[in-house]
C-alpha cells in the first residue's frame, strides 16, 4: 500500500511540476493546504478519493492518470 501511495504522489508531483505550481499553489486551488500537498507527494497520506478529485480538477489531468499502475 505504501509504495502506491509513493508512487501516485510521485506522479501528483511531476505534474505539478510539469505545469510549474508551487504545493502552495496547488495547496491553495485544492484547499488541502501545502502541507496535504506535500504529505500526499511523499505517501505519507492515505489519500481519499475526493482529495484526488479536487487534485485532478486542479491539474487537469484524468484521473487514471495519477493512480495509474
Known amino acids: 500500500m505504501i509504495s502506491r501511495l509513493c508512487a501516485i504522489g510521485e506522479r501528483i508531483r511531476a505534474e505539478r511540476e510539469a505545469q510549474k505550481l508551487s504545493q502552495e499553489e496547488l495547496g491553495k486551488a485544492t484547499r488541502l493546504g501545502r502541507s496535504r500537498i506535500d504529505q500526499i507527494e511523499h505517501g505519507a497520506y492515505d489519500t ?3 482529495d484526488l478529485l479536487l487534485i485532478e480538477h486542479v491539474l487537469d ?9
Do not use: G, Q
Not at 489531468?61 to 499502475?69: G, N, R, S
Open 48 to 50: 481519499d478519493l475526493d
Open 61 to 69: 489531468v484524468p484521473l487514471a492518470d495519477l493512480i495509474a499502475d
